[in-house]
């Protein structure tokens, strides 16, 4: 079946703007994840999703960021106020609980750059 | 929190020998561990994980040994192919959903 989606694939900003950044998780997957890989590191966490809520926010490094999810489904990374450090490739993944919720699948990724 | 620390942070290896790449994790509750391979530009891919019940698991050229009392894992991967190259995160779980990462280790397989 499908894998996880993400748009757009790049995107690139003027500092001060705003941006959303789309995901839309394996069909049936009730978890979804969002990360930001940063040039040459690692996967950070932002958040996490059960449903439509977001039982783990501790991950967001500021107010400017927030994320929403809908009908259990696809999900929604706002960053507000966009500010050059915002530039990374930010992930989702989404995983089930008939996989193990550890096991994560990853979407492609969308690339921000933020002039 | 938990923190993965991981290493090398790169590794060139001639073709067909052995690769090894090495993490520690803080938190004694971690129960799983998995490993990612990122090829560049691409997404991670799970290509095994364990969990902490057991010691080692294997999957055809690839291995992942786990002590839980020194509180490392690593992954082995024998007769490395060009395919190989790529660079290689792990992670720890002490709960049933979030992933802590390694910096990641980036493998060069010379032909």
Redesign the interface.
């Known amino acids: 079946g499908a894998g ?1 989606s993400q748009s757009p694939s790049n995107k690139v900003t003027e500092k001060g703007k705003d941006v959303e950044l789309r995901c839309d998780p394996i069909s049936g997957h009730t ?1 979804l ?1 969002w990360y930001r890989q940063s040039l ?6 932002l958040i ?1 999703f ?1 449903g439509n809520s977001a039982p ?1 926010k501790s991950g967001l490094p500021s107010d400017r960021f927030s994320a929403e999810r809908t009908g259990g489904s696809v999900s929604t990374l706002t960053i507000q106020r966009t500010q050059q450090e915002d530039s990374a490739v930010y ?1 989702c993944a989404s ?1 089930s609980r008939l996989a ?10 969308t690339r921000l750059l933020v002039l | 929190g938990e923190n993965v620390e991981q290493h090398p942070s790169t590794l060139s290896v001639q073709e067909g020998d052995s690769a090894v790449i090495k993490c520690t994790y803080s938190d004694s509750a971690s129960n799983y561990f998995p490993w990612y391979k990122q090829e560049l530009g691409k997404r991670p891919q799970l290509i095994i994980d364990i969990r902490s019940n057991v010691g080692e698991k294997k999957d055809q050229r690839i291995a992942v040994t786990l002590n839980k009392t020194a509180k490392h894992f690593s992954l082995h991967i024998t007769e490395t192919q060009p395919e190989d190259s790529a660079v290689y995160f792990c992670a720890a779980s002490s709960n049933d959903y979030k992933l802590s990462f390694g910096a990641g280790t980036t493998v060069t397989v010379r032909a």
Do not use: W
């Open positions: 996880v978890a994840y040459g590191q690692g996967l950070e966490f996490y059960q783990d992930l995983s193990g919720l550890e096991t994560q699948y990853f979407g492609p990724g």
